[in-house]
């Protein structure tokens, strides 16, 4: 019956949306539900999960917390979705919800068609797909500090007719969605949130429920229980990948490199920070963040950027026994230069 199955969430968005600040507000509203956590991140650096895991809130048990960190889950559906979907739906004490964040840079169609595989169409239904979006960085006409740049390579270049990755993943996550959190409108004024709605809207052909947000409070009734089941219509919402595959070309993920930037312990956080902005500024990185050693302190830094925008904060103590170490997960264009990246972030943490 349709009513047994176990309702799931799916919750995409373009890199640094503000997707696990809204999952950490859901759950900090669960209301006794128990909600299990699939979180998937581009790089073998698990972020995301690490700010979930040892949150304090009570519907957050770690157990409950399941990262993949093996590349985006739209490429890794058959090996490392399916098994662990499986495993959470063998538990004795199953969830009443599941929500999977995806990757920011995952294609939600693939994981949302995974649903309708067998062992897992009988047990689970998609309640509905949530896109997060950063309003602010679509009223500036970007969705990475470096859109410009490759509008004008395309403007130049007759044989860059296509678009660029960047926007293609950005329509591709409007096209998948049941409900769009437009998210960060406390950074833009009301005539700006018209525009970004109705850039949005120009992208789908289906009319879309928007919601603004800022810092990603919504309510649970708005984002739990949607009802759509949407694994049945999601031959309506290809891709681009999807349609380029039909046309016998092949979807990947080369446009994008991901590697992480080990440094020492960082004495003057604010000073690194702002250095942290040049060093994103001069190699167009996308999007950086990780965990950061102050010595002294005995909570672990949080560095979050998406474009030139840097937030950083302290979110617990370090754990008996954990390695106090400074990590940094950085994703940028396929062309971006490792070795200067880390060189920079060394002499920016001196």
């Known amino acids: 019956m349709q009513g047994q199955k176990i309702p799931a969430t799916v919750i995409t968005g373009f890199l640094g949306s503000g997707k696990t600040t809204m999952i950490r507000n859901l759950l900090e509203n669960a209301d006794g539900k128990r909600i299990a956590l699939i979180i998937n991140e581009f790089g073998d650096l698990g972020v995301d999960g690490g700010l979930l895991k040892g949150c304090g809130i009570e519907a957050c048990r770690d157990e409950d917390v399941i990262e993949l960190n093996n590349g985006c889950i739209c490429c890794t559906v058959a090996d490392d979705f399916i098994p662990t979907m499986t495993k959470l739906l063998d538990r004795p004490d199953r969830p009443d919800h599941i929500v999977i964040e995806t990757s920011g ?49 395309r403007s130049q270049d007759e044989s860059l007719d296509h678009e660029s990755p960047l926007e293609e993943l950005f329509e591709d996550q409007i096209r998948a969605a049941d409900l769009i959190i437009l998210n960060k409108t406390d950074l833009i004024s009301g005539d700006e949130l018209d525009g970004v709605k109705g850039d949005v809207q120009s992208r789908s052909v289906r009319a879309l429920n928007m919601i603004p947000a800022s810092f990603g409070r919504i309510s649970n009734q708005l984002l739990l229980g949607l009802g759509v089941g949407t694994e049945q219509d999601i031959a309506n919402r290809k891709s681009h990948h999807e349609m380029e595959h039909e046309a016998g070309e092949e979807h990947s993920h080369d446009e994008f490199e991901s590697f992480v930037v080990g440094l020492g312990p960082v004495s003057e956080p604010k000073s690194f920070v702002e250095k942290l902005k040049g060093v994103i500024a001069d190699h167009d990185v996308l999007r950086l963040k990780g965990f950061v050693d102050v010595p002294g302190k005995p909570m672990r830094l949080v560095v979050q950027a998406v474009g030139s925008r840097i937030e950083h904060y302290f979110d617990r103590s370090w754990h008996p026994g954990e390695e106090r170490q400074t990590r940094l997960v950085v994703i940028g264009l396929h062309d971006i230069d490792a070795v200067a990246i880390e060189s920079a972030m060394n002499a920016a943490a001196a």
């Open 105 to 153: 840079l995952a294609l939600p169609q693939p994981l949302v068609a995974a649903f309708n595989w067998p062992e897992i169409k009988t047990q689970v239904t998609v309640d509905g797909v949530v896109t997060v979006i950063d309003a602010a960085a679509v009223s500036e006409g970007r969705f990475a500090d470096d859109h410009d740049k490759v509008d004008a390579q």
